[in-house]
């Protein structure tokens, strides 16, 4: 049974659809990098629900553009559905590997140990001259089931890609958020003690959303290194976590939605500032987040809930 | 052999002044104030920057130049009194009583921010103060060529672990200080001006961030995102040494400045990954870091 | 009472010691279902090692646990919690930032889970029988009024009542309250007691209840058992525990004729 939230959802994704081919590139170009980005953001909505901010989802974002990017340089393999899905998976590997260590972490020294991982492997990738270190490598073009499309045509199809892993990624989120796991999240972050006690182990479940926050982050790297045809150290770099994090503080935990409005207002916000004033985009992003934290700590997402009359939406 | 074992050494203690030096200020705040400073990293690079024009300023007049290394430091440190006033007075205070991780992403903000104030202030360019550091010279121990500069840093490294030990120890704001890192709210408690201390303490601790920056300046290219990578690598330091520990971020600076040095000269490709590597590790092993006891929860 | 069948909770020989520290030593206790039994003694005297050892907290270093004729000794609390033990807080231990609704929602949805992680994704947290459960606990605990409040806005009995639904949302059929009455008024405390053993009546759970108030004790327990340095020094009806010696001396105080003092 969808809420009227989803019902809007799910109009707007298909008008983003719809509407592709009628929009000159540089915006469907803008768009995919939002919609992939965006992935990152909801998983740290999931983990941001449970009171755990990590600084370190880069990681996964890195791991799912380089499998992308080495999947297609050393066999050749280019189908896109099947990279961004092994891109996913590879991440969710390692989100499950790292989990045991960092499921039992909060507060600031969750935030720090995902810190230090991220940069980890920044610093490997950064040596490693056979992957080109600092300056990294192209990815080759991709085809989607045999089509090989190219120019335009290109840009569309990673374009509809992008949005269909978007609408069944917040589809399974919006759908595991009701589920009882899933609202296992206010809780944990209000009373861990308690939830223990009434008979669920909480390592598990955090756990298991690390796992989710890995595999979307993965998702949205791979998704990422399709469209910019390039994969750098830089996307394991700490900034890089930084920027997520800052979209997920702007668009709040509310709802599902709201990741992907937040991501696609802050590339647009982003791409007119570095036009408008090359030197001062920055500060204008900087100031964004910091009068967003100090006047609307639930995010923009509760904005939408307070024009409605009452302080936050359910999903 | 023993070349590079001295080098190693040498490397890595004057590595570990730079890490020292950087990491002390936002120790500071973080045992005092519990908040992990993101902005550490402009006072840093305000630092620089301030230093690169004390030294501008300077190598048009005809003092001699250890003078002029006293200025750099004199103006960098007036910037960082500025700085620290003016964020904490202005913007933190705002935010004491919200979650950490909350005030994190402030000073994370307020970082964003001053990056592009650079930019208004310096412009895109970068620039140089090495004179400080040509003027000192070398000196040979055997087959070793040391930059006396080098020598000085090191010595400025020591001369604030012993301040900064001996000043915690014993004067009555030390004590005091102390005591708000023990248990804010029983301190407050007793009487102690919480508000003044934590004002008193970011203050230090952004002078101490732009003294970083300022006698780091001689040996860098000063340009933008040197902030940014001080960031993490003071985190690094203090996560390592424990937060809000002295003897911590001493320790953490030398273990992170010899192993680092050790990589440089045996296996470079794994420079940057010792860090974060011997980071993550502390961390996974004492979460509060080699010297800081855990806490016990409080209901 | 009921008379026949085997005890629900039966309790041998249980001992903890820390290192060289004995907190509990030579329990022995056999509890029949729905009986209602106190639990007094002074701080330290083992009362919660007891009790953390019957939900799984501690691992007894000698002895053994039977719930319902199963061993339970040394079984993880998550295990014994699921087997249908349950457990209150001496400080309320709520979600401060849901309503009371939410509160009692997410415990029923929790205790209806099948199957440990798999179960949880697939179970909806606000599906109808979990909403019917915690509709039917607050109604039971007579909190109805305060089912869309924030629990952090609750006053103290009413934090303390969410706390008790909680537990006790699942259908557990031993409950442990730890102190229910601690941190209320006099002048509430009966009351409280009074919603909260009706309530547990109601659903037929064998209530086990440490007290400092030795009238609420008198009041509503069915037995009393007196823990003294680790170990029952008394265990017989209200009357019969309240005028040993022994526990007048340690524990309670002379107990006042019935009409001296305030009831």
């Known amino acids: 049974m969808a809420s009227r939230a989803q019902w809007v959802g799910g109009l707007l994704f298909l008008i983003a659809a719809a509407a592709a081919p009628a929009l000159p590139e540089w915006v469907a170009s803008l768009v995919t990098i939002a919609f992939a980005n965006a992935l990152v953001v909801l998983g740290l909505v999931v983990l941001w629900r449970a009171g755990l901010v990590s600084f370190g989802q880069a990681l996964y974002y890195c791991i799912g553009a380089y499998t992308v990017a080495l999947i297609a340089r050393w066999t050749g393999f280019t189908d896109a559905i099947a990279l961004v899905l092994l891109g996913g998976i590879g991440a969710g590997l390692v989100a499950a590997l790292v989990g045991f260590l960092l499921a039992r972490y909060r507060e600031i020294f969750f935030a720090m140990l995902s810190l230090a991982l991220s940069m980890i492997l920044y610093g490997v990738l950064v040596k490693t001259e056979s992957l080109g270190s600092t300056d990294g490598f192209s990815v080759a073009t991709p085809t989607f089931l045999g089509y090989a499309p190219h120019g ?72 990422a290194a399709l469209s910019i045809g390039h994969v750098d150290p830089n996307m394991s770099y700490w900034t890089t976590s930084g920027s997520f994090v800052f979209v997920t503080i702007l668009a709040g935990s509310a709802s599902v939605a709201a990741a992907f409005i937040g991501s696609l207002a802050f590339e647009a916000v982003r791409s007119i500032a570095v036009d408008v004033m090359p030197s001062l985009w920055q500060m204008t992003l900087g100031s964004a987040l910091l009068l967003t934290i100090l006047f609307l700590p639930e995010g923009l997402g509760s904005l939408m809930g307070r024009l409605r009359g009452r302080a936050g939406a359910k999903p | 052999m023993l070349l590079t074992l001295s080098a190693i050494l040498t490397d890595g203690l004057v590595y570990a002044a730079y890490l020292f030096i950087v990491a002390i200020g936002l120790t500071l705040i973080f045992g005092v104030m519990k908040i992990l400073n993101v902005t550490h990293g402009s006072f840093y690079a305000f630092g620089a920057y301030g230093a690169a024009t004390a030294v501008g300023i300077y190598a048009n007049s005809d003092l001699p130049a250890a003078l002029g290394f006293l200025f750099m430091i004199a103006l960098a440190m007036a910037i960082g009194l500025v700085m620290g006033l003016v964020l904490e007075r202005g913007i933190l205070r705002l935010v004491y009583g919200r979650d950490e991780v909350v005030v994190v992403l402030v000073t994370y903000a307020v970082f964003l921010i001053l990056e592009d104030v650079i930019v208004l202030i310096w412009g895109p360019r970068s620039y140089a103060a090495y004179q400080p550091m040509v003027a000192a010279g070398n000196t040979e121990l055997g087959e070793l060529v040391l930059s006396n500069y080098d020598i000085v840093l090191v010595a400025i490294a020591a001369a604030l672990a012993g301040i900064a030990y001996w000043a915690l120890k014993f004067t009555r704001y030390g004590r005091l200080l102390t005591t708000v890192i023990f248990d804010r709210e029983t301190a407050a408690a007793f009487g102690i001006n919480v508000t003044l201390v934590y004002t008193v303490t970011f203050v230090i601790g952004a002078m101490l961030g732009a003294l970083g920056g300022a006698v780091m300046a001689p040996k860098m290219s000063i340009t933008l995102g040197i902030g940014v990578e001080v960031i993490v690598l003071a985190f690094a330091v203090v996560a390592i040494g424990g937060m809000g520990s002295i003897e911590g971020a001493l320790i953490g600076a030398l273990v992170v400045g010899i192993c680092r040095a050790a990589a440089v000269h045996l296996i470079p490709q794994l420079e940057l990954f010792v860090i974060y590597g011997v980071m993550a590790l502390v961390l996974v092993v004492r979460p509060y870091g080699l010297f800081v006891r855990a806490q016990p929860r409080k209901i | 009472m009921s008379t026949g069948g085997s005890p629900i909770l039966a309790v041998r020989d249980l001992e903890k010691t820390f290192g060289l ?39 007894p270093t000698k002895g053994t646990i039977l719930f319902e004729d199963k061993d339970i000794t040394g079984k993880p609390s998550r295990e014994i919690t699921q087997l249908g033990i349950s457990r209150s807080f001496q400080v309320a231990q709520i979600f401060p930032t849901l309503s009371v609704f939410d509160n009692m929602c997410i415990a029923a949805a929790i ?93 037929k759970i064998t209530i086990l209840f440490v007290e400092h108030d030795m009238e609420i004790v008198m009041r509503f327990a069915d037995r009393v058992l007196a823990f003294y340095d680790g170990t029952v020094i008394a265990d017989g009806t209200p009357h019969q525990t309240l005028d040993d010696p022994r526990v007048q001396e340690l524990i309670s105080g002379v107990r006042l004729k019935p009409g001296a003092g305030h009831a």
């Open chain 3, 21 to 59: 520290l004995v907190a509990a030593r030579d329990i022995t206790v056999s509890v029949p279902a729905e009986q209602t039994v106190g639990v007094i003694g002074a701080n330290g005297a083992g009362k919660t090692t007891f009790i953390n050892m019957v939900t799984g907290h501690l691992t």
């Open chain 1, 152 to 223: 335009h045509a290109l840009g569309l199809s990673l374009y509809w890609l992008t949005l269909a892993v978007d609408a069944i990624a917040a589809v399974l989120v919006a759908s595991y958020f009701r589920s009882v796991t899933g609202a296992l999240a206010a809780p944990i972050r209000d009373n861990e003690i308690r939830v223990e006690f009434l008979g669920v182990s909480v390592t598990r479940v955090i756990h298991a959303k690390l796992v989710i926050a890995g595999v979307l982050g993965g998702l949205g790297g791979a998704l």
């Open chain 3, 111 to 203: 205790a209806r889970r099948k199957g440990g992680m798999l179960g949880g994704v697939t179970t909806p947290v606000h599906s109808e029988a979990a909403i019917a459960e915690a509709q039917a606990t607050i109604d039971l605990f007579q909190i109805g009024r305060y089912r869309d409040t924030l629990a952090n806005t609750l006053p103290q009995g009413v934090r303390k009542l969410l706390d008790i639904g909680m537990a006790v949302v699942g259908w557990p059929r031993l409950l442990l309250l730890d102190e229910p009455t601690s941190g209320i008024s006099i002048e509430e405390k009966f009351d409280l007691m009074q919603v909260v053993m009706s309530a547990l009546k109601t659903r």
